[in-house]
């Protein structure tokens, strides 16, 4: 009876070791497999961070001193890129059209007849044939002149504001520079105040000094494409003015001799 006794009390003890141990594997299981889907959670929570959210964390990062400064140089450069672009869009014409409308007014109602097809029409090249037509009482040489005189002025009128669209080009890396140079002076200060040269204090000031810099960049690289988009439609509007005005002098030289 007492072997009986003990042998029951060592197989009882067994299987409650067993069960103890069946018991603490799902649980072990079960804290890895949380463990890794946790991992798993925040991977998929870094990468499913919307765009603006991540943007809104880099620009607390760089110091909203600067990066604000540089968004500012974005907005007001993007204004004036626009409004160059719809004024040169707007000043585009069908010069050609123009020309053979100008030419048949002129053969068959005379000048005036011209005059008031340039007075409707919009762009640069309506209006230096309209300036040109306007003095040709005076004289071909003195109509040749007034076409180029009115040419400039309007040249002038199509680089209207490109200067500060180059001025936010330059501004935007410098104000990048000058937050990096700042950033990484205040992370010297740290590096003094602790008294070690901790990778954490290194890195981190480093890290928001650099900031600033790649959105100053950002900026610059997004304003100077806009700014060689405007400067290729005024090349196409200046080469449209100054074919239309040689036009125009052959139109108001055979009507002369007519």
């Known amino acids: 009876m007492i072997l009986a006794a003990m042998s029951l ?44 959210q991540a943007l809104k964390t880099k620009f607390i ?17 993007l204004a004036f890129a626009i409004e160059r672009i719809l004024y040169l869009s707007f000043a585009k014409t069908n010069a ?45 040489d003195v109509v040749e002149k007034s076409v180029v005189s009115y040419g400039s002025v309007q040249m002038s009128n199509m680089e209207n504001g490109l200067s500060w669209i180059a001025l936010f080009i330059a501004l935007a890396p410098s104000l990048g520079f000058l937050g990096t140079v700042i950033g990484m ?6 590096i003094q105040a ?26 610059a690289m997004i304003l100077q494409v806009f700014y060689n988009y405007i400067l290729a439609k005024i090349d196409s509007l200046t080469i449209d003015m100054e074919d239309s005005s040689i036009t125009l002098i ?7 001799g007519k």
């Open 9 to 52: 009390m060592v197989l009882s003890a067994n299987i409650a070791s067993a069960q103890e141990d069946q018991a603490a594997a799902p649980a072990t299981e079960q804290t890895v497999a949380t463990e890794t889907m946790s991992e798993e959670d925040i991977f998929n929570q870094k990468s499913e961070v919307p765009l603006h």
């Open 194 to 219: 602790a008294g070690d040269i901790s990778p954490n204090i290194v890195a981190g000031g480093m890290k928001v000094a650099l900031i600033t810099t790649v959105g100053g960049l950002i900026v």
């Open 185 to 190: 002076i205040q992370a010297f200060d740290n």
């Open 61 to 77: 990062e760089g110091g909203p001193g600067f990066m604000a400064l540089i968004v500012i140089c974005l907005i007001i450069g």
């Open 250 to 256: 052959d139109i108001l030289t055979k009507y002369q």
């Open 96 to 140: 050609k059209a123009l020309c053979e409308k100008v030419e048949k007014a002129l053969n068959e109602s005379g000048v005036e007849a011209a005059k008031e097809i340039c007075r409707n029409t919009r762009g640069p090249v309506a209006s230096i044939f309209y300036q040109g037509l306007l003095r040709y009482d005076q004289g071909l």
